[in-house]
């Protein structure tokens, strides 16, 4: 009797189980549908010059709205802008950096200034030690009472890639 019990019992749960996981093989599946979603979901491949143009338009935007001429670092969280995904840091310099790529964007921009040649905002890639890229630096230079201050703003590649889609 005690095996009836348990034979009973272990049906009731094995049927119970499969009930209560649904018997969903009656919807049928909208094929074209479902590769339409597939494709638009689909890995895209963005070229570097497409991702930079993108990152040079975001920093001009950003450069526009942020310019502070008080030299160092700027704290991205009290930024009153609305694109703070696309920021890593910012920062002004108000003399040489030490820093490789913000040092050479510094020296062109100060040899532009000593030359009395046009100063124009600048976009760098910022690459690893596998020489991929991490990140983009814009700069932006202003002459402030005859003195050279150049706002740089390290854009997030990712983000910046993601703003593609």
Same mark, same amino acid.
């Given at each position: 009797m005690h095996r009836i019990t348990l034979k009973i019992l272990s049906t009731f749960v094995l049927f119970f189980s499969i009930t209560a996981c649904g018997f969903k093989t009656s919807d049928k599946i909208n094929a074209p549908e479902v590769n339409k979603q597939i494709k638009e979901r689909k890995i895209k491949r963005f070229k570097e010059n497409e991702i930079a143009d993108q990152a040079f338009r975001i920093g001009s935007q950003l450069s526009d709205s942020i310019f502070s001429?008080?030299?160092? =670092?700027?704290?991205? !969280?009290?930024?009153? $802008?609305? @694109?703070? !995904?696309? $920021?890593?840091?910012?920062?002004?310099?108000?003399? =040489?950096?030490? !820093?490789? $790529?913000?040092? @050479?964007v510094w020296e062109a921009y100060a040899y532009s200034k000593n030359q009395k040649l046009e100063l124009k905002d600048n976009i760098q890639r910022i690459k690893d030690d596998n020489e991929r890229v991490t990140a983009y630096l814009f700069s932006s230079p202003k002459i402030v009472n005859d003195s050279l201050k150049v706002l740089q703003i390290e854009l997030n590649h990712k983000a910046l890639v993601l703003s593609l889609y």
């Open positions: 001429i008080n030299c160092g =670092t700027l704290p991205v !969280e009290l930024l009153k $802008i609305d @694109q703070k !995904e696309f $920021i890593n840091k910012v920062w002004v310099d108000c003399s =040489t950096p030490k !820093e490789d $790529i913000p040092k @050479q």
